[in-house]
């Protein structure tokens, strides 16, 4: 079991910066692959970016590739999600998620508004 606590959302203008970062309870953290999610309201929550156990094997979704970065500390059971050049498409509930085994779990969310 694994629990998930975003922060760092909020809002900001178009070309702008953000960091979310998700603090994970447990004493396993390094044997969790953690990703990051998004979902906007009445839509299905999508993939952005996830990482593994040990940070050596990383994928992100085509829409944010070269603008967004994770990245993760094992000593600090820390996962992150550094957001540039963000656009209004961007506009979304992010979602911090673990994965292990098939099982995942999710934390609750943080809001990332971005203005035109």
């Known amino acids: 079991q694994v629990q998930l606590v975003e922060s760092g959302g909020g809002l900001v203008q178009a070309g702008g910066s953000l960091r979310l970062s998700c603090a994970a309870s447990?004493?396993?953290?390094?044997?969790?692959?953690m990703g990051w999610f998004r979902q906007a309201p009445g839509k299905e929550r999508e993939f952005v970016a996830s990482i593994s156990g040990n940070g050596g094997d990383i994928y992100y979704a085509d829409s944010v590739k070269g603008r967004f970065t994770i990245s993760r500390d094992n000593a600090k059971n820390m996962v992150y999600l550094q957001m540039n050049s963000l656009k209004p498409e961007d506009t979304d509930v992010y979602y911090c998620?673990?994965?292990?085994?098939?099982?995942?779990?999710w934390g609750q969310g943080t809001q990332v508004t971005v203005s035109s």
């Open positions: 998620s673990a994965s292990l085994l098939g099982r995942r779990w």
């Open positions: 447990g004493r396993t953290f390094n044997t969790y692959r």
